[in-house]
């Protein structure tokens, strides 16, 4: 990409942990990831939680776990280390004091003493009341009080915050990679609060400017909800005089509703029975979000659709394992407009990966499931079953079950069962015990030799028992080919489930 400047890549994820991390900003993550691998940067993980009223405990280790899941890798960070720490914004305190200190010396921001019931006073007083250009001064600041008396109050132990000058009438560029040069008048910006002193710490705006220039960050890419952010930090940047290595902008497509009108919600999620969460998340008020992880996803499922969200590799390829979408991402071939959230999609991406993950991977959850029916079996007896049914047509494993009960259960037989009824005709009864004769003379009951054996039989008499035959071992229509569900069973349980068939059902 020739846009890319000199240094280094260096990417970060910056979440805040107010809660479990919704789809998107896993998305958000996936992208900067796939970003830094491709030019051999490195991604960082940032904890934004100036917020402390936001705060929720357990947030951050979600977050992490999440990642692990997925297998989305970070160079940097909370919990990676790195030489750029600390990564967690609540332990930079003194970091953020120095540059406040210097918008200050510097003019390019100011005190303000209004009170909470001042500025609410002061929004019922005034239609559309902005803390700018037009209003600063009429309120309670250092421009308006002089040094002296600002001085005094803060001795006297008055709270304030600090607010950053915005100067009128300037076009602010922001250099966007997805959206080109998107123009502003610094006109509708506010003075943005800054750093609040009760609680000594910035707000937002600062600490995300101050750590991506500290930390040497070379590329912001984050969701398009932090594109009315821009040009202040546009604006901060050129303050601080770091306009240089001011990092390019990409802000991410929306997702959107399955039916594209309005912003995916978790309310959407719930409605349509998809997850919007990574992981299953545990609020402490007792709220349950289901995760994809619990509903039975792959990662590898789930990484392939969240690509495909907003960017696609201008082909009609669709399954791309996560070393080709590394190669072929491309931030200038994301979409400017919102994705859909098509969650069909993420199933049938699911089912796609079922098929082609290796047996082992997917035995452990059929196992659970049958542990939970009270069957027990050998691993590799599961993993047989698995390899056996996933190309049937499932999206989940969980779906199994149903279908595969009868490898583990044997069947009960009945007319009221339509395939029972159309395949136990005249003939059948003779025609199964006489394969049961044949398949009791057999020493080895692997499939090849059930086959050289039966259609040997049956190309001789003309017939084809094969149903009739899926009736005594399964009791209905469902299963693999027979000779795999017979070698699976073993030669005493075909029989007895035969021998069982021909008890219960009329001599026909
Ligand atoms: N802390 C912000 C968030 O929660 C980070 C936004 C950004 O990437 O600048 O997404």
Same mark, same amino acid.
């Given at each position: 990409m020739s846009t890319l400047n000199e240094r280094k890549v260096r990417v970060r994820f910056a979440p805040s942990p107010t809660g479990p991390l919704h789809i998107g900003g896993v998305r958000t993550a996936l992208y900067n990831y796939l970003f830094a691998r491709q030019h051999g940067g490195s991604l960082i993980f940032r904890i934004e939680d100036t917020d402390s009223t936001r705060f929720v405990p357990g947030a951050e280790e979600y977050i992490l776990e999440s990642f692990r899941w997925l297998g989305i $890798?970070?160079?940097? @960070?909370?919990?990676? @280390? @790195?030489?750029?720490?600390?990564? &967690?914004?609540?332990? &930079?305190r003194d970091i953020y004091k120095k540059y406040v200190r210097q918008l200050l010396d510097a003019g390019r921001a100011y005190i303000a003493f209004d009170t909470p019931d001042e500025l609410n006073a002061k929004r019922e007083a005034v239609?559309?009341?902005?803390?700018d250009a037009h209003t600063r001064m009429q309120m309670r600041n250092s421009l308006t009080l002089g040094a002296d008396e600002t001085r005094r109050l803060i001795d006297e132990g008055q709270q304030y915050v600090v607010r950053f000058l915005v100067e009128p009438g300037e076009e602010i560029h922001v250099?966007?990679?997805? &959206?080109g040069d998107v123009k502003v008048m610094?006109?509708?910006?506010?003075?943005?609060?800054?750093?609040?002193?009760?609680?000594?710490l910035p707000t937002y705006h600062l600490a995300n400017i101050v750590d991506d220039h500290l930390m040497e960050v070379t590329h912001v890419i &984050?969701? $398009?909800?932090?594109l009315p952010s821009a040009p202040l930090h546009v604006l901060l940047y050129r303050a601080f005089g770091w306009a240089d290595t001011m990092p390019r902008f990409a802000h991410l497509p929306l997702l959107l509703k399955p039916d594209g009108k309005g912003k995916l919600s978790k309310r959407d999620g719930d409605r349509l029975g =998809?997850?919007? =969460?990574p992981l299953e998340w545990h609020g402490q008020d007792g709220t349950v979000c289901s995760g994809y992880r619990e509903s039975g996803y792959l990662p590898e499922a789930v990484i392939n659709f969240l690509a495909l969200l907003g960017w %696609?590799? @201008? /082909?009609?390829?669709?399954?791309?394992s996560m070393d080709q979408l590394i190669e072929k991402f491309?931030?200038?071939?994301?979409?400017?407009s919102g994705a859909k959230f098509d969650y069909v999609k993420g199933q049938w991406f699911n089912r796609e990966y079922i098929q082609r993950a290796p047996d082992a991977l997917l035995a452990p959850t059929l196992d659970a499931i049958l542990r939970s029916e009270g069957i027990a079996q050998p691993i590799e007896r599961v993993e047989a079953v698995v390899g056996m049914m996933?190309?049937?047509?499932? %999206?989940?494993?969980?779906?199994l079950w149903p279908l595969c009960d009868f490898f583990f259960i044997a069947p009960t037989y009945s007319m009221d069962d339509k395939f029972v009824r159309k395949n136990w005709k005249e003939g059948a009864a003779a025609q199964m015990r006489r394969l049961a004769d044949i398949l009791a003379g057999l020493d080895t009951f692997d499939v090849e030799h059930q086959r050289q054996a039966v259609d040997a039989w049956a190309a001789a008499d003309g017939i084809k028992p094969w149903n009739a035959w899926r009736v005594c071992l399964?009791? /209905?229509?469902?299963?693999?080919d027979m000779y795999e569900l017979a070698a699976f069973l073993g030669k005493d349980e075909t029989l007895r489930r035969m021998q069982a068939a021909l008890d219960a059902l009329p001599q026909v």
């Open positions: $890798e970070f160079d940097e @960070g909370v919990s990676f @280390g @790195g030489d750029h720490g600390p990564y &967690r914004q609540s332990e &930079r239609p559309n009341f902005q803390y250099d966007d990679l997805i &959206r610094s006109d509708i910006l506010d003075d943005k609060v800054l750093y609040k002193s009760a609680d000594q &984050r969701g $398009e909800e932090w =998809f997850p919007v =969460f %696609n590799p @201008g /082909t009609d390829e669709e399954l791309l491309d931030l200038a071939k994301c979409s400017k996933k190309m049937k047509k499932i %999206n989940f494993i969980k779906e399964v009791g /209905t229509g469902k299963g693999p």
